[in-house]
């Protein structure tokens, strides 16, 4: 299963962006159940920012409740993050994630930065 992310950049505080992740390359992107995102800043341990399971149940952390929305497309095997109000605080670079049984699959980072 490969992940293929996009959509990062850099923005002012306060912009929007939006990621998209697409699995493909295997059989088994039919039994992926959640996907969602991480993301690390320098210096700290990677840490979840929004996962979705297949059904479409959600959970965020706290940091961006309110701020930043995930959803998919499971016709497509994709999963997307819609970022608003943007603090220099959610600059790190994120990474797309597939659970499949268990197993996990990531995707290569995508720098997202926010200038104060």
């Known amino acids: 299963v490969q992940l293929q992310a996009s959509g990062g950049g850099l923005v002012q505080a306060g912009g929007s962006l939006r990621l998209s992740c697409a699995a493909s390359?295997?059989?088994?992107?039919?039994?992926?159940?959640?996907m969602g995102w991480y993301r690390q800043a320098p210096g700290k341990q990677r840490e979840l920012v929004a996962a979705i399971t297949r059904g479409g149940s959600t959970n965020y952390a706290d940091s961006v409740k309110g701020r930043f929305t995930i959803s998919r497309d499971n016709a497509k095997f994709s999963v997307y993050l819609q970022m608003n109000g943007l603090k220099p605080e959610d600059t790190a670079v994120y990474y797309c994630?597939?659970?499949?049984?268990?197993?996990?699959?990531w995707g290569k980072g995508t720098q997202v930065t926010v200038s104060s």
């Open positions: 994630n597939a659970n499949r049984s268990g197993l996990d699959y």
């Open positions: 390359g295997s059989i088994f992107i039919f039994t992926i159940n959640t």
